[in-house]
């Protein structure tokens, strides 16, 4: 089974509106950190926000927050006012707990296009 | 200060031949990642570093692929005797330490074509 999930391959939005990027995941692990990235066409990836499973509060870095559900094991990314820079891939990834090196576990991505 | 950087940023190789991909991670960073993202996909992990403990090599895909990194610093991940499936972009990640908290910061990714 896949262990991160994004549904949406591709996504629209107009310019200035909000938008949701969707992911769910897929652990039994207690302790897990979730990650969201972008990645625009020079490829290179750019560290957005992080939530942690103990959490309390979702996370909130300028225009992104994200929406941290954790009986739904979902983890959407809000992005606010939507700019024509943001048109790019956006990643979820999550990191599990003691004894599996942290490495990332990437999603497939949802591709973003802002519309002016 | 210095992000991390990877070299070269394109390589163009004939199948069967050996290359040589390298990771300057940032300075200070205990850890180490190596990546591979096929053309419209997501990121696999392939080898992690961490200080002087044994590396985990468990997402290499075939014994074709080896990495080394000495100490904290430079590492260099081999393809040897490459074939076509091995084209993609390999991206290295370094991470202050190692826990489930720490942000791995990508570094711009070598473009590997096998022809």
């Known amino acids: 089974a896949q262990k991160i999930t994004q549904t949406q391959p591709g996504m629209f939005v107009q310019e200035k509106e909000a938008v949701t990027l969707d992911c769910t995941y897929d652990t039994s692990d207690p302790s897990y950190g979730l990650f969201w990235y972008k990645q625009p066409s020079s490829g290179e990836m750019i560290f957005l926000i992080y939530?942690?499973?103990?959490?309390?509060q979702n996370a909130t870095e300028g225009r992104y927050s994200l929406n941290f559900q954790k009986a739904r094991k979902s983890a959407n990314l809000v992005i606010s006012a939507s700019q024509l820079g943001d048109s790019a891939m956006y990643f979820c990834?999550?990191?599990?707990?003691?004894?599996?090196?942290?490495?990332?576990?990437f999603g497939s991505g949802t591709r973003l296009l802002v519309r002016p | 200060g210095a992000g991390v950087s990877q070299s070269p940023s394109n390589k163009v190789t004939e199948k069967g031949k050996d290359v040589e991909l390298r990771c300057d991670p940032i300075s200070g960073h205990t850890a180490l990642y190596w990546y591979r993202q096929r053309l419209g996909q997501g990121l696999e992990f392939l080898i992690y570093?961490?200080?002087?403990?044994?590396?985990?090599k468990s997402g290499l895909p075939s014994d074709r692929f080896s990495a080394e990194r000495t100490g904290e610093s430079v590492s260099t991940l081999t393809i040897q005797r490459t074939q076509q499936e091995d084209s993609a972009v390999y991206l290295c990640?370094?991470?202050?330490?190692?826990?489930?908290?720490?942000?791995?910061?990508f570094g711009p990714g070598t473009r590997l074509t096998v022809l």
């Open positions: 939530q942690g499973s103990y959490d309390q």
């Open positions: 570093f961490q200080g002087n403990s044994a590396p985990d």
């Open positions: 990640a370094s991470s202050l330490s190692v826990s489930s908290t720490d942000t791995q910061y």
């Open positions: 990834a999550m990191r599990e707990g003691a004894g599996s090196s942290y490495k990332l576990i």
